[in-house]
C-alpha cells in the first residue's frame, strides 16, 4: 500500500494558519483544543449526535487535521481524542473535497491498513466523511460517522449528513468571527487607552503655556496705560477669544477620550448631577435659568453623567430659539431594562435629516443663529449612553425642539444591584 507523507508545503501553511485563526490548535498536552466559545461546542455536539442518529450509525466526530494530528473537537458515541494524522482515515480523503462512503473499510485499499480498521485502535467496518471547507476555501477537516458493524444510509440520508456538514462549518464560521471581534475589542481597548493617555499628556502640555498665554492677555486688557479704543485691545481681544476657543477645544478632546474608561457606577440622584452640570455653566435650576429637573435615583458612572446632562444643557444654550424663551426639562422614567434620562428643550432643534451626522464627532450644523461648539458634545454623550449599555436617541419635542434620551442600564456585564 502507497505510504501518504505529508509535507510541508504553502498550502498546508496557510491552512494550518487558518486552523489556529479558528481557534482549533490542538492543546499542547495531546487533548482537545477548549472551544474558545461554549455555546459552539454544545451546537458540534448536537450536531454530531443528529448526524450519527439519522444514519443509523453509533458513531459520529468532528475531525479538525492538523500538520501532523487529527483533532476531535466533538463526538458522539466516544469520547473526543487525538491521534496522528498518519493513523487518521479522514486524513486521507479529507482534502478531495468530495464526500466519502464505504460500506466494509476492510476492502477499500485505502483503509484496509489502518489502524482504526485492523483493530490496533478501533474496529471500523462502515464509515463516511464530509469534508468540512470553509467561505474562504480552506478545508479544515471533516464530519465522519461510522459503526464497528454494516451500515447502508440511503443516499438522501448521506445527502442529509451533507447539509449538516455545513451546519458544522457554520458553527466555526460563528466562532471564527467572535474571536475576530473579541480581538478587535481587545485592540479597541487597547488604542482607546493610548489614546486617553496621548490626549491627557497633549492637553496637560499645551493647557499650562495657552492658560498662561491667556493670564497675560487680560493683564494686558487690564493695562492702564493702553487705552480703550486702542488698537491693541482690539488684538489682544482677538488672541484672547482664539485661545479660550481652543482651551475649549483641548477639554471637549480630552473629556471625550476618557469616556471609555472603567465605569465606577454608583446610585446617584439626577437632581443633585444636574444641578452640579448647571453650576458648571454658571446657572442655577430654577425659573431664573429655565432648566428644571425631576429627581430619579439611577446607576450611573457620577461623572460620565454630569458630563452628559452639562453637554446636553450647553447644546440648549447653544441652540435655543430666539422667539421664546429657553425652558429645558431633566427628567427621567424608569423600566425593566433601567433608567431612562431625557433632556428635553424648546429650542431649534435638530432635524430628522441631520441626526445621524449630528452625533457623530467634530460634526457641526453650521445653521444661522447656532452658538459656538466643538462638535464633540453629542458624540461625547452617545459613547456616555454606549458606555452604559444603552443607545442615544434624538426625537422632536412636541412644543418645538429636541428631547434627547439615553438608557442607562441596571445591569452591564457584572451583576448590579437594582436601586
Not at 106 to 112: P, T
Not at 234 to 248: A, C, V
Not at 326 to 353: C, E, F, K, W, Y
Amino acid at each position: 500500500m502507497e505510504t501518504v507523507t505529508y509535507g510541508w508545503t504553502a498550502a498546508e501553511s496557510d491552512r494550518t494558519a487558518a486552523i489556529q485563526d479558528y481557534g482549533l490548535a490542538p492543546v499542547s498536552a495531546g487533548g482537545p483544543p477548549a472551544l474558545p466559545d461554549a455555546e459552539a461546542g454544545g451546537a458540534l455536539s448536537n450536531l454530531v449526535t443528529l448526524a450519527a442518529r439519522l444514519c443509523a450509525v453509533p458513531f459520529g466526530v468532528v475531525n479538525i487535521i492538523t500538520e501532523d494530528q487529527q483533532v476531535q473537537i466533538a463526538a458522539s458515541g466516544v469520547d473526543p481524542g487525538v491521534c496522528s494524522r498518519e493513523d487518521s482515515m479522514c486524513a486521507q480523503v479529507f482534502l478531495s473535497g468530495q464526500t466519502t462512503v464505504v460500506p466494509d473499510a476492510s476492502q477499500d485499499v485505502r483503509f484496509a491498513d489502518n489502524p482504526f480498521v485492523t483493530g490496533r485502535i478501533a474496529k471500523v467496518w462502515f464509515y463516511a466523511s464530509v469534508p468540512l471547507k470553509t467561505a474562504s476555501g480552506f478545508v479544515l477537516g471533516s464530519l465522519c460517522i461510522f459503526s464497528d458493524g454494516p451500515a447502508s444510509p440511503t443516499a438522501e440520508q448521506i445527502g442529509m449528513l451533507e447539509v449538516l456538514a455545513h451546519q458544522v462549518v457554520e458553527v466555526l464560521e460563528l466562532q471564527h468571527r467572535t474571536l475576530q471581534l473579541s480581538e478587535a475589542l481587545t485592540e479597541l481597548e487597547r488604542s482607546n487607552s493610548m489614546l486617553g493617555e496621548f490626549a491627557g499628556r497633549v492637553s496637560h502640555d499645551l493647557r499650562i503655556p495657552l492658560t498662561t498665554i491667556l493670564g497675560y492677555v487680560e493683564l494686558a486688557e487690564d493695562d492702564p496705560d493702553i487705552p480703550p479704543g486702542h488698537p491693541a485691545m482690539e488684538y489682544l481681544e482677538f488672541i484672547g477669544g482664539g485661545g479660550r476657543r481652543m482651551l475649549k477645544t483641548l477639554e471637549d478632546v480630552l473629556e471625550y477620550s476618557r469616556v471609555d474608561g472603567a465605569l465606577r457606577r454608583e446610585r446617584v440622584s439626577l437632581l443633585a448631577v444636574t444641578e452640579e452640570a448647571a453650576h458648571d455653566l454658571g446657572l442655577e435650576l430654577g425659573s431664573a435659568s429655565g432648566i428644571f429637573c425631576d429627581d430619579t435615583e439611577l446607576l450611573a458612572d457620577r461623572s460620565q453623567l454630569r458630563t452628559l446632562i452639562q453637554n446636553l444643557i450647553a447644546n440648549s444654550l447653544n441652540y435655543r430659539s430666539p422667539e421664546r424663551d429657553l425652558r429645558v426639562t431633566v427628567g427621567a422614567a424608569a423600566s425593566d431594562r433601567g433608567v431612562l434620562v431625557r433632556v428635553s428643550d424648546n429650542g431649534m432643534g435638530i432635524p430628522q435629516a441631520d441626526r445621524k451626522r449630528a452625533v457623530e464627532p467634530l460634526v457641526r450644523l453650521n445653521r444661522a443663529g447656532d452658538g459656538p461648539g466643538t462638535g464633540l458634545g453629542l458624540a461625547t454623550c452617545r459613547r456616555i449612553a454606549h458606555a452604559h449599555g444603552g443607545e442615544l436617541d434624538i426625537q422632536d419635542t412636541p412644543a418645538g425642539g429636541a428631547t434627547i434620551s439615553a438608557l442607562f442600564r441596571w445591569e452591564l456585564s457584572e451583576q448590579a444591584v437594582r436601586p
